[in-house]
């Protein structure tokens, strides 16, 4: 049998369609599949729209920084850290994780931009967590998703997850979806007004109190969606 999409469809409406089949199976997935958030990341890819990011974020002398230096956050002592000042950033961050059953995140090997964005980004998630009071429930994640989409430009993937988030409350949760938006809305105004978070050297702040990292960073916890 042909297959009418390899024939007569271009190659831009092959991976529109694709990107789409992505989309609605991670919306009919249990939250937290991440095989589905892999797919759906796989999916979304585009170079186009990682070279409008990394173009954006090399506006930043941080960002252009992280990218010609490959900076990565290193290996990851949770003990250790976990003996810091309860106030400092280190502390914050091992216990977050200890807390939520979580370990630091890998990232797999870079060859080339595209893959340096994803592993940064990959690694440095906890920590975007942590910096912007950002829960792991489900109010806590739309709120750093909005924050994402805020700060990247031109990200398809946490636009993706959020509108993704949206749909599912359209079906399963239509009471929740005040908190939902009120949770997007404190990312979004939050990541407006804060300094850029992508390419921070986070492992040369780990004894620095979290409060004196949001204040330089502007950042402004007030959570208003529970």
Same mark, same amino acid.
């Given at each position: 049998?042909?297959?009418?999409? @390899? %024939?007569?469809?271009?190659?831009?409406? @092959?991976?529109?369609?694709?990107?789409? +089949?992505?989309?609605?199976?991670?919306?009919?997935?249990?939250? !937290?599949?991440?095989?589905?958030?892999?797919?759906? !990341?796989?999916?979304?890819?585009?170079?186009?729209?990682?070279?409008?990011?990394?173009?954006f974020l090399c506006g930043h002398q941080q960002g252009k920084q992280a990218f010609e230096k490959g900076l990565r956050l290193g290996t990851i002592d949770l003990p250790?850290?976990? @003996?810091?000042?309860?106030? %400092?950033?280190?502390?914050?961050?091992?216990?977050?994780?200890?807390?939520?059953?979580?370990?630091?995140?890998? =990232?797999?090997?870079?060859?080339?931009?595209?893959?340096? *964005?994803?592993?940064?980004?990959?690694?440095?998630?906890?920590?975007?967590?942590?910096? %912007?009071?950002?829960?792991?429930?489900?109010?806590?994640?739309?709120?750093?998703?909005?924050?994402?989409? =805020?700060?990247?430009?031109?990200?398809?993937?946490?636009? !993706?997850?959020?509108?993704?988030? *949206?749909?599912?409350?359209?079906?399963?949760?239509?009471?929740?979806?005040?908190?939902?938006?009120?949770?997007? %809305?404190?990312?979004?105004?939050? =990541?407006?007004? =804060?300094?850029?978070?992508?390419?921070?050297?986070?492992?040369?702040?780990?004894?620095?109190?979290?409060? @004196?990292?949001?204040? +330089?960073?502007?950042? +402004?916890?007030?959570?208003?969606?529970?």
């Amino acid at each position: 049998m042909v297959n009418l999409r @390899q %024939t007569s469809e271009t190659p831009q409406q @092959q991976w529109q369609a694709e990107a789409f +089949d992505s989309f609605l199976n991670m919306v009919k997935a249990a939250d !937290g599949d991440f095989p589905a958030i892999d797919r759906l !990341g796989k999916a979304l890819y585009e170079p186009e729209s990682f070279d409008l990011m990394i173009n954006f974020l090399c506006g930043h002398q941080q960002g252009k920084q992280a990218f010609e230096k490959g900076l990565r956050l290193g290996t990851i002592d949770l003990p250790k850290l976990h @003996q810091l000042p309860k106030e %400092t950033f280190g502390y914050q961050y091992a216990d977050h994780l200890i807390r939520n059953g979580l370990t630091p995140l890998q =990232a797999k090997s870079i060859e080339n931009r595209h893959q340096y *964005l994803i592993a940064h980004l990959t690694e440095t998630h906890d920590i975007w967590h942590v910096v %912007t009071g950002s829960n792991t429930d489900i109010f806590g994640e739309m709120k750093l998703e909005a924050f994402y989409v =805020a700060q990247l430009y031109a990200s398809r993937f946490w636009l !993706g997850l959020l509108t993704k988030n *949206l749909l599912k409350a359209v079906v399963y949760d239509v009471e929740l979806s005040s908190r939902y938006l009120d949770a997007i %809305t404190e990312g979004w105004i939050m =990541a407006r007004k =804060a300094e850029p978070l992508f390419g921070i050297e986070w492992d040369q702040l780990w004894e620095i109190p979290l409060v @004196q990292i949001r204040k +330089d960073l502007q950042i +402004d916890v007030v959570q208003n969606y529970k």
